[in-house]
């Protein structure tokens, strides 16, 4: 290993080493995620979407290092897993609740129903997982996983309307984009459980 290459391991490891030794737990960092979420909530329904859009992936990435965090520390545990799960669903909810309001301000109909659809089906995509887990069979399957869904959703409030573009807006396609996508990765996670449980799985005992 080259000597900058070496530095670079030797400082990471060590932040690495602080972070572990200090008192940061995972359940911290998933609720800083919420409060950025909450702050993204806030802004759509005060249409400050560029701001909302920065604090929405700000939040979501604290979402993703709590798992990694939980890992890396050994500081996991399994109600840090149950909350991670569900401060994600809310957090979901809350951002696209905040965003139906926006367009029904606006009077566009169309628009507040497909954030419907896309609230319901991303917490279906989320469900037919965990449903599907307990009954001892995978489901990582779909086109549409949170990570996917962040990514649209952030897009669509970075370049919407009121983000210094004028009228020219992608929040109203993103939300379309977004219902369509999780309404098909929750079929595609129907079909694949299906398909598993028909192939001889065995499923778990009911909790």
Same mark, same amino acid.
């Given at each position: 290993?080259?000597?900058? @290459? ?7 490891? +060590? !932040?690495?080493?602080?972070?572990? =030794? ?5 359940? @911290? ?8 979420? #909450? ?10 979407? *560029?701001?909302?859009?920065?604090? *929405?992936?700000?939040? /979501?990435?604290?979402? &993703?290092?709590?798992? $990694?965090?939980? $890992? ?7 109600? %840090? ?10 957090? =979901? %909810? ?6 139906? /309001? &926006? ?8 628009? !507040?129903? @497909? ?12 469900? &037919?997982?965990?449903?599907? =887990? +307990? ?9 549409? /996983?949170?990570?996917? $869904?962040?990514?649209?959703?952030? #897009?669509?409030? !970075? ?9 020219? /807006?992608?929040?109203?396609? +993103? ?33």
């Amino acid at each position: 290993m080259s000597s900058p @290459a070496r530095a670079r391991g030797e400082l990471s490891e +060590a !932040v690495r080493n602080k972070l572990i =030794e200090s008192r940061l737990t995972p359940n @911290a960092i998933s609720l800083t995620g919420l409060v950025g979420n #909450v702050i993204a909530a806030v802004l759509v329904w005060q249409e400050l979407y *560029f701001l909302a859009g920065i604090a *929405f992936i700000l939040g /979501s990435v604290m979402d &993703t290092l709590d798992g $990694r965090y939980s $890992r890396m520390s050994g500081k996991g545990t399994a109600f %840090g897993a149950f909350l991670d799960s569900t401060l994600d669903r809310i957090e =979901e %909810g809350i951002v696209l609740t905040a965003v139906a /309001s &926006t367009f029904s301000r606006s009077g566009d109909d169309l628009a !507040v129903a @497909a954030t419907v659809v896309a609230v319901l089906a991303s917490l279906m995509v989320s469900y &037919t997982r965990a449903r599907a =887990e +307990a009954l001892g069979v995978e489901c990582r399957v779909g086109i549409a /996983s949170r990570a996917v $869904r962040v990514v649209i959703l952030s #897009v669509g409030l !970075v370049f919407a309307r009121g983000a210094g573009l004028g009228d020219f /807006s992608l929040l109203a396609p +993103a939300v379309y984009v977004l219902a369509a996508l999780s309404v098909v990765t929750m079929f595609q996670r129907i079909f694949h459980v299906r398909k598993q449980l028909s192939a001889g799985a065995s499923p778990a005992p009911p909790a």
